[in-house]
């Protein structure tokens, strides 16, 4: 029998919660009386997630198709309609977007009826942004989910068509097919984020390079819904002109979920090179350069 849920308050105010592989830094702006009725409502409701989510994951698990029954739970709903517009072109199961489904998920109940100025849910690096009006939150990126220090900052803002950040790899929690270090990914929301991060990192590749080290996913999680996909576990030393390549196929994937409208922007790392994807220079959200980071635990990402 697993331990029950756990939530303390940090020393700096802000809320962790904690179900098994779950792992959350919650914080929210506003009045003193709202922020705190948001704290109550986010663990009330996180409370109940991991079991609903493992009710279901045979089906969360499995490649969505035509006769794929509807999801029951509200967590699991929020990922089957994240992997819909990607399933049809690439395998991904729903379990690609768990992370920012329950992100987004704690972050509704939190807003629901509250008047926040701003808030987020970070579930180990996959967050769920609130933003009012006028309001912005300033991102750092991650060169290594691993080892995390922060090369740049990603500014968004209240009137942006972004409220999810996602980052993911082969350093990361999740397995990945490709050769990633990072691949931070904005969108609409937090799900699609995710779901958009796991393909991206696995199309930042050099499919049979002797340096990338690779084992079927089911031998280091007989649980894994990836199977007997050969899943990176060492990527050994590339050449510049190398990781150009994988950066490049990753880029290419990138642009076509952000053509499609899915995504916004993404930021590629691989080694000591970063590929950017998205609007013009000029009105780029990624911003070289440092932030100050205040992560504790899990969370993969400062925000201020």
């Avoid at 663990?43 to 509807?70: H, M, V, Y």
């Avoid at 977007?97 to 009826?113: K, Q, R």
């Avoid at 050449?239 to 979920?257: F, H, K, N, Q």
């Amino acid at each position: 029998m697993r331990a029950p849920p756990q939530q303390r308050r940090l020393a700096d105010g802000r809320l962790h919660l904690q179900d098994g592989p779950i792992d959350l830094i919650i914080e929210a702006f506003g009045e003193a009386s709202a922020v705190e009725a948001a704290y109550v409502g986010a663990w009330s409701r996180f409370a109940t997630i991991l079991d609903e989510l493992c009710a279901e994951l045979p089906l969360l698990r499995a490649q969505p198709s035509a006769n794929s029954p509807t999801p029951q739970g509200a967590v699991a709903r929020r990922m089957a309609a994240a992997v819909a517009p990607f399933h049809e072109r690439r395998f991904v199961t729903p379990m690609a977007a768990v992370a920012g489904a329950v992100a987004e998920e704690v972050l509704g109940t939190m807003t629901a009826g509250r008047r926040l100025a701003r808030a987020y849910v970070n579930n180990g690096g996959d967050i769920a942004l609130h933003l009012g009006r006028g309001e912005t939150f300033s991102i750092g990126m991650v060169d290594r989910p691993d080892r995390p220090s922060l090369i740049g900052r990603a500014s968004i803002g209240a009137a942006d068509n972004v409220r999810g950040v996602a980052t993911s790899g082969w350093r990361g929690r999740s397995f990945s097919l490709g050769a990633a270090d990072a691949v931070t990914v904005l969108a609409a929301s937090a799900a699609l984020a995710d779901a958009a991060a796991t393909l991206i990192a696995n199309a930042v590749d050099l499919p049979g390079h002797r340096a990338i080290e690779r084992a079927p996913a089911f031998d280091l999680d007989p649980q894994s819904d990836l199977g007997e996909r050969r899943v990176t576990v060492a990527v050994g030393p590339l050449t510049p002109g190398e990781i150009d390549r994988a950066l490049a196929s990753g880029a290419v994937e990138a642009e076509l979920w952000r053509s499609s409208g899915l995504i916004e922007a993404a930021a590629l790392r691989l080694g000591e090179r970063t590929r950017l994807v998205g609007p013009g220079r000029r009105s780029h959200p990624f911003v070289a350069g440092s932030v100050f980071s205040r992560n504790e635990g899990k969370a993969r990402h400062a925000l201020g």
